[in-house]
């Protein structure tokens, strides 16, 4: 089984210039389902690290740049 992940987070992100002007891509608010059912709004990077930890991945790898402090 698998229990490893590895979530890319490097690059600019200039295909969204105006939204990624003041934070990294990753970190851009998105809905997601929260306990309950109801829409939350969480970064997308936890969005996703959130449903794989649900799916039973336990170690990740996060790959980042220079400057992705937020992350």
């Known amino acids: 089984m698998l229990r490893k992940a590895v979530l890319p987070a490097a ?25 309950g059912g109801s829409l939350v709004l969480k970064p997308m990077l936890q969005a996703i690290f959130e449903q794989l930890y649900d799916a039973g991945f336990r170690e990740f790898c996060f790959i980042v740049g220079r400057g992705k402090r937020a992350i």
């Open 11 to 35: 690059g600019l992100g200039t295909r969204l210039l105006t939204a990624t002007k003041e934070m990294p891509k990753e970190m851009l608010p998105i809905f997601s389902r929260g306990a």
